[in-house]
């Protein structure tokens, strides 16, 4: 793989630049409520050294959804208590099936911040590999991040409704496909089953190789040629609540594909609409 610092870095690259002053690490992990997994006191029992929690549900917008992306002003404070600053090089990881460090990463990129990447294979990865963790709480530090907030990255319910009836967007939903085609409860209550007309199914797994790490540009590609995407127009993205679409969209950033925007209350806000469309089955 060839380290894109945009996009993904190696194991390699991180373990040979762990000393590096401007370099700063966050643990994005995120898991499905039904895991009952704590990722902080994961992250406090072993994580990358240097690293600091980035906490996806308290980074964020005040909403009835979940972890809607926070308000340009909340997301620089809160990033600057973990001392990322302007001209800071930040590598995300997580340690989830969700791959949340990819949307940690859109948060980044949503808020105008291009000096991001995501640890591909992720401290599964690092670990295997046999290299250094570190334990215990992290204390606050200080940075000072300017923001350029990317609204265009970014698509609600409304939007949504009108790409999907007028087809003026591919649509691609990152749920497994039994969640997609109906087949299968939603994992919050209340949710309607099934999935937006004319949106095209490319569940997240697709997109990583056997060991966590992301696959290549061709391969990829494949996947969403599989799916019957057209990747000559625009693209929005959108998944269960929005974690696992922004691996989607770092897939398409890693294709070349220039359109694309992610539908951030996903299946969470459009399964409990009234007045909106669902279609099951197959695509």
Known sequence: MTDDHRMLVSTEWLAAHLGDAGLRILDGSWHMPATERDPRAE????HIPGAQFFDIDAVAAESDLPHMAAPAD?????????????????VVYDNADTRSAARVWWNFRLMGIGNVAVLD???????????????GA???????????????????????????????????????????????????????????????????GRLYNGDG??????ALRAEFEAAGVDLSRPVITSCGSGITAASLFLALDRIGHEHHAL?????????????VEIATGEA
């Open 43 to 46: 992250f406090e029992a072993q």
């Open 74 to 90: 909340v997301f620089a404070a809160a990033v600057g208590k973990l001392g990322i600053g302007d001209g800071s090089q930040i």
């Open 121 to 135: 294979g992720g401290l599964a990865k690092w670990l295997a590999e046999g290299r250094p963790v570190e334990a």
């Open 138 to 204: 992290v204390p606050e530090a200080a940075g000072q991040l300017t923001v350029d907030p990317q609204p265009e990255l970014v698509r609600d319910a409304a939007q949504v409704a009108r790409a999907s009836a007028s087809g003026s967007h591919e649509i691609i939903d990152a749920r497994p496909p039994g969640r997609f085609r109906g087949e299968v409860p939603e994992p919050r209550a209340g949710l309607k089953s099934g999935h937006m007309p004319g949106a095209k199914n490319v569940p997240a």
């Open 213 to 218: 790490t992301m696959k290549d540009a061709a």
């Open 263 to 275: 539908y951030d209350g996903s299946w969470t806000e459009w399964g409990a609409l009234p007045d």
